[in-house]
């Protein structure tokens, strides 16, 4: 699903109908189940991010201003930017991590 966000939100604008696609983009919760099923450190990560696009979902179905959801990857890069940035200040930064 978070692959296929700027997909959706893409089709959504140039048919006009994304009104529609939003509710279908609020599934991103089942990402949130599934993050909190599973453990480790990132977890917190892939749940905030998920909630962040779920609210944006949200504020664009009710306030009928669609350009809300266009905010999504600033947060996520925001959200990366953040664990990035607190990661110097340990024993190990994100990027000396593989995965």
């Known amino acids: 699903m978070l692959l296929a966000w700027p ?13 529609g696609i939003l509710p279908v983009m609020a599934l991103v919760l089942l990402r949130v189940c599934q993050a ?25 179905y009710v306030l009928h201003a669609h350009q809300w959801v266009l905010f999504y990857p600033v947060v996520v ?16 930064p994100v990027v000396g991590l593989s995965i």
Request: hydrophobic letters at 55%; charged letters at 5%; a positive charge.
């Open 77 to 92: 890069n925001l959200v990366m930017l953040v664990v990035f940035g607190g990661s110097l200040w340990t024993g190990m």
């Open 36 to 60: 909190r099923r599973q453990g480790g450190p990132l977890r917190y990560l892939f749940v905030s991010v998920a909630l962040a696009g779920i609210a944006l979902c949200a504020a664009s």
């Open 7 to 19: 997909f959706l939100i893409g089709f959504g604008l140039a048919n006009n109908s994304l009104h």
